[in-house]
């Protein structure tokens, strides 16, 4: 299931703790199956405290943040995901000041991940998705 919703609201009801993140994240990233980027294997073990999938051959960990904007985060996943939310659906410019103080993150951090949100969206722009399949 795709969260749709424009509402700040509908997001945080909806992203209650970092753990429907990763729930959210594990569902998108392996909609069409898991295989192991290490040996190509297709049966897997799922990690129920971080919804990673483990190869049942060569025990290789995959997480659902791994290669996203949220990799080796340094604040919760909950809050990268309403400031990702926040700078998809605004029209205003977010500054990292805000963010700062919204969060309760430092400066450095929100103006680093803020700057990767918009390096994808610029991307994503660039080579738009004609259709998920």
């Known amino acids: 299931m795709k969260f749709t919703s424009e509402s ?14 990763l729930a959210y994240l594990a569902e998108l990233k392996w909609a069409n199956g ?4 290490k040996c190509g294997c ?3 073990t799922i990690r129920p405290h971080n919804f990673a999938r483990e190869c049942n051959v060569c025990h290789h960990r995959s997480s659902p943040t791994a290669n996203t904007l949220f990799h080796k985060l340094r604040f919760g ?13 605004t029209t205003e410019s977010l500054s990292d000041t805000l963010d700062t103080r919204r969060y309760q ?3 450095t951090t929100a103006w680093s991940f803020m700057h ?16 998920i399949a």
Request: a positive charge; proline letters at 4%.
């Open 8 to 21: 700040l609201i509908a997001c945080a009801d909806y992203f209650k703790t970092d753990q429907d993140c």
């Open 34 to 37: 898991y295989t192991c980027p």
């Open 42 to 44: 297709q049966k897997y």
């Open 77 to 89: 996943l909950r809050k990268a995901f309403m400031i990702v939310f926040e700078m998809s659906v």
């Open 105 to 107: 993150i430092s400066r």
């Open 116 to 131: 990767k949100v918009r390096t994808a969206m610029a991307s994503s722009e660039q080579f738009p998705i004609d259709s």
